[in-house]
């Protein structure tokens, strides 16, 4: 089968087309035939970070984790597909699992879904690994109808997602951005926007929140925005972080009795471990999205397989607006 592979670990011009044999289904897993797959930030930082990241692949490697296909051949043990069924799922691309960045892939069965119906192939892509990330963080963090939410970076991959997530769930969404366009979208997906670049966090938290702050925060940008996050939440208040690698003084956390919830949905595929409640959670998205209360972003520039490298660069850019995704 033809393949994207990385040999050796840089900038985005490391992708190479190569024929490599391919996959067979084990038990417990189903061969894909990949149809798309979806660029995330972490699958930049193995392309360029390579053995530096404890997670990566040893070289010659796939990569691409989140993938939308048809099964075409089951694994010994697999029932809860057949042949031919259009799938979704984040199931490789690090470690010892081969990625979507070629022809064919095999999968953990316990690691994905069916398709959503309404959805393409492309716009199924998308979805896998910020949809998992943005349900379990909102699900963690105790959401319910009613409450403030606020959402920092609401308009990035994970960020819509939430956006969109914690709307269906009944909360009143605001969410942060720093320009036009990225305002614009979290308006069109539904909550109210909050340009960080001009508005304090003392000012927004006036504003919308009568000073009170809001009940659930859930932070895609993290780092040291998460203490903007302790800022902004309510007293007791719930907060989400899907990037939480900084070292921060915990006081104002501490005296507003806030609950910090770190989210890294590597963790089924990394450690085999409850690997099951990843193909849970994309059958609810599935239902939500037929329901007409999710519907992902793509980033208007389209990509091939061979033009991978390409697609690492327009996310690397900062210039796209949605998810980035390529067509195999």
Do not use: W
């Not at 507003?256 to 450690?271: A, C, D, E, Q, Y």
């Not at 990843?278 to 091939?304: S, W, Y």
């Amino acid at each position: 089968m033809k393949a994207m592979i990385v040999r050796e670990f840089g900038a985005p011009e490391v992708f190479e087309l190569a024929e490599i044999p391919t996959p067979v289904a084990k038990p417990g897993e189903v061969l894909v035939r990949i149809e798309a797959t979806s660029v995330n930030t972490v699958d930049m930082m193995i392309r360029q970070l390579g053995p530096e990241l404890p997670l990566s692949p040893p070289a010659p490697a796939v990569l691409g984790m989140d993938f939308a296909g048809t099964v075409v051949a089951l694994g010994e043990g697999v029932t809860t597909f057949a042949i031919g069924d259009e799938v979704y799922g984040c199931a490789g691309g690090l470690a010892d699992l081969q990625g979507a960045l070629a022809e064919y892939m095999p999968a953990d069965a316990r690691l994905i879904a069916h398709k959503p119906s309404n959805l393409s192939m492309r716009e199924a892509a998308a979805l896998p690994l910020v949809g998992i990330t943005a349900y379990e963080g909102l699900l963690r963090a105790g959401i319910s109808a009613g409450q403030r939410v606020l959402v920092h970076g609401g308009s990035g991959g994970v960020g819509h997602v939430a956006v969109l997530l914690a709307r269906h769930f009944g909360a009143d969404v605001y969410a942060t951005g720093g320009g036009e366009k990225q305002l614009a979208l979290i308006e069109k997906l539904g909550a109210k926007s909050i340009n960080y670049k001009t508005e304090t966090v003392a000012d927004y938290v006036a504003k919308h929140t009568d000073g009170a702050g809001f009940d659930v925060v859930f932070d895609s940008v993290g780092g040291a925005n998460l203490t903007n996050s302790f800022e902004a939440a309510a007293l007791n208040g719930q907060i989400a972080s899907t990037v939480a690698m900084v070292e921060l003084d915990l006081s104002v956390a501490h005296f507003k009795g806030l609950s910090l919830h770190v989210v890294f949905m590597l963790i089924p595929m990394l450690h085999n471990h409850e690997r099951a409640a990843h193909g849970q959670i994309l059958t609810e998205i599935a239902k939500i999205v037929e329901a007409g209360n999710l519907m992902p972003v793509l980033d208007e520039q389209r990509f091939t397989l061979t033009e991978a490298g390409k697609a690492h660069a327009r996310l690397g850019s900062g210039q796209g607006m949605g998810k980035v995704v390529i067509d195999i």
